[in-house]
């Protein structure tokens, strides 16, 4: 119910950043050719606006993920890793917006404590790593959705010890999330979890069969 109040302000935020900008550009267009100052100050706007503000890039695709709680979850870390200043990549496949809000829903709740994990690890690993990357994908592939999430990080991981024990990227004492979500996955049916490392960069994978 708390990240759904997110779901509402990704709308409204978007829809802003578009008036925004169309309203720059209308007046563009209403002042003299001849007060290049007025232009360039508009110019200059419309270009910082772009440049230094990724909401725009990232919440279009963001629409995508079904109404549900989901979608809000991922908006709030997404506002925790710019405060952070991580670096955000976000891919989202058009297709996951035609599935049914009911069918995508019926395993919310498992689905948004393993991506919590995830994510909560991601952002701690990711902001303590000299480059502070951080992805988010989501693909629809035939009837399965898999959930991808890759960040940089600084210390050696070994990805058989993950899910075990106090086993954490983050250090002694934590660990006990990836334990969570580990049991989660090994009580399902239609879950599948895999986590691995690529060109120094952690990968943790959440199949999804909504057959």
């Not at 440049?51 to 963001?62: A, E």
């Amino acid at each position: 119910k708390y990240v759904k109040v997110y779901e509402d302000e990704i709308e409204q935020k978007s829809k802003n950043q578009h008036e925004y900008k169309n309203q720059l550009v209308l007046i563009r267009g209403l002042i003299n050719s001849k007060n290049k100052k007025a232009i360039n100050y508009i110019d200059n706007l419309l270009n910082t606006r772009d440049n230094s503000n990724v909401d725009m890039n990232w919440l279009n695709k963001l629409k995508n993920v079904p109404q549900g709680g989901l979608k809000g979850l991922i908006y709030y870390k997404l506002q925790e890793m710019i405060k952070n200043k991580v670096k955000i990549f976000v891919d989202i496949s058009p297709q996951l917006s035609k599935i049914d809000n009911k069918k995508f829903n019926s395993n919310l709740e498992d689905i948004s404590k393993v991506i919590g994990v995830y994510l909560d690890n991601a952002i701690e690993a990711s902001y303590t790593s000299d480059d502070k990357k951080l992805g988010i994908e989501v693909y629809l592939i035939r009837s399965n959705i898999d959930i991808i999430i890759s960040n940089t990080f600084n210390n050696n991981i070994d990805t058989n010890k993950i899910g075990k024990t106090k086993f954490s990227t983050k250090g002694r004492n934590h660990g006990h999330g990836l334990l969570l979500a580990k049991s989660i996955l090994n009580n399902s049916k239609i879950f599948e979890g895999k986590s691995e490392i690529k060109n120094n960069i952690f990968i943790q994978k959440l199949a999804i069969n909504k057959n």
